[in-house]
Structures are given as C-alpha cells and as structure tokens.
Nanobody, 120 residues
Framework: QVQLVESGGGLVQPGGSLTLSCAVFGGVFSINSMDWYRQDPGKQRELVAS???????NYADSVKGRFTISKNHAKKTVYLQMNSLKPEDTAVYYC??????????????WGQGTQVTVSS
C-alpha cells in the first residue's frame, strides 16, 4: 500500500518561510496528482495547492503569489514552499496523492499531517 510521509512543519514568525515535503512510499504505477490541504480546528479542510502529472498547478486565492508547489519525479516527492507567512496560515497541512497501482487499482491517500504555526 502506498503511504505518504510529510515533514517540514514548525513554528515561524509572520513574514517567515517554511518548506513542506511529502514523499510517496510504496510501489505505484502512476502518481496523477498531489495536493496540499490545510485544516484549522473547527473549520473544513481546504485545498491550498495542487500539481498534476503534467505539472499544471493551482492555488487557493489566499496563497497565490506566496506559496509554490513543485515536485521531484525521481524522488516521488512534492514540496510546498511557503513565503510571507501570515498568522492565518496556521493550520495542520495534509498531503494527498491520487493515482494507480500496477494492477490499475486506483488509490487516494493522505499523509499524517504536519503542524504549521505562524506567530510572533
């Protein structure tokens, strides 16, 4: 079974930067898309950024111009570079990956989440 392992969260001051990483472990035939979501307690999980197999990217309006999603195909890893962080960016950030196993079964898996706290 495919698993996602996230890293890179932490505490940062407003205006600071963090880079999150999400690595895919396990044998897969394809990774069609990888997304970053975030969730604050009491709120719905929201899509922050996504990147498709052909490198198309999308961002939530609230992070456009500040966050950049990218991936390394060889390492099966997606990154979220977060700049000019604001207190309202504080949340647990989750990675999601969708694709197919070698037997063409689809998968749709989530990482364990990593806490990002923006505070002075």
């Amino acid at each position: 079974q495919v698993q996602l392992v996230e890293s890179g969260g932490g505490l940062v001051q407003p205006g600071g930067s963090l880079t999150l990483s999400c690595a895919v472990f396990g044998g897969v035939f394809s990774i069609n898309s990888m997304d970053w979501y975030r969730q604050d307690p009491g709120k719905q999980r929201e899509l922050v950024a996504s990147i498709s197999n052909d490198e198309n990217t999308n961002y939530a309006d609230s992070v456009k111009g500040r966050f950049t999603i990218s991936k390394n195909h060889a390492k099966k890893t997606v990154y979220l570079q977060m700049n000019s962080l604001k207190p309202e960016d504080t949340a647990v950030y989750y990675c999601n990956a969708r694709g197919y196993y070698s037997d063409f079964r689809p998968y749709d898996v989530w990482g364990q989440g990593t806490q990002v706290t923006v505070s002075s």
